[in-house]
């Protein structure tokens, strides 16, 4: 019961990444998180990711929900909604069920939706020669 009881905790809390933090690796967490400072690396996590207006983050995201207000540059997964508010920028490859796009906010790159969307296939073409 106690072990339970932990676990709930766990997936209600939010971390947080405050503004002029620089953390340079990968995260995983099962809750929540929100960026307000730089990431450089991947982050994983079974909740939602809110990337404040002085966030940004470099890498590859995985997530159920995210909302971005500041920047991020990579390759974007998630599972449900994301949300790209009209501060935010995106720079990379997304591959979403549900994208909504505020006026004014800025989107480079590719984008992949369905309910079940599936990584796009990478490029496997061989020399002619190849056997």
């Known amino acids: 019961m106690a072990k339970e009881q932990e676990q709930s905790v766990l997936q209600n809390t939010i971390s947080r990444i405050c503004q ?8 995983i967490t099962s809750g929540d998180i929100r960026i307000d400072g730089l990431l450089k690396g991947n982050i994983s996590t079974q909740g939602r990711i809110v990337i404040g207006a002085t966030g940004k983050i470099l890498g590859e995201i995985t997530c159920r929900n995210i909302d971005i207000w500041g920047s991020f540059e990579g390759k974007l997964s998630v599972a449900e909604t994301l949300l790209l508010k009209e501060s935010g920028v ?23 939706m369905g309910k079940n969307p599936k990584e796009p296939e990478k490029s496997t073409s061989e020399p002619a020669n190849a056997k």
């Open 90 to 112: 995106i720079t990379g490859d997304i591959i979403t069920n549900k994208l909504i796009v505020e006026p004014c906010a800025i989107f480079n790159g590719s984008c992949t």
């Open 20 to 27: 002029g933090t620089e953390i340079i690796g990968d995260v």
